[in-house]
């Protein structure tokens, strides 16, 4: 005689959950960096060119100064 065997399984489900690996919280991290690294930069650049604009004004009214007083020694002179 012949044995027949039937097993009754229940159906698996397989539940795959697909996480973020944290790569764009990441990339974005590093550009707001260089946002804030290229902002300082430009805000001290700007501020090293008003220095310098301030130095040459300076030292264009020394010698402006310094020709008025050479022109009134030359007429104080000349009298």
């Known amino acids: 005689m012949a044995t027949e065997t ?3 399984e229940a159906p698996h489900t397989t539940v795959v959950e697909r996480r973020g690996s944290g790569a764009g919280i ?3 991290l590093a550009i707001l960096i260089l946002a804030i690294v ?3 930069y430009l805000i001290n650049q700007s501020q090293n060119e008003r220095v310098e604009t301030q130095a040459i ?3 264009a009214q020394s010698v402006g100064d310094a020709a008025d007083s050479v ?3 030359v007429e104080g002179s000349t009298d």
Request: glycine content about 20%; charged content about 5%.
């Open 71 to 73: 022109g009134d020694a």
């Open 57 to 59: 004004q300076s030292a």
């Open 26 to 28: 990441l990339i974005g």
């Open 6 to 8: 039937t097993t009754t």
């Open 38 to 40: 290229g902002a300082f």
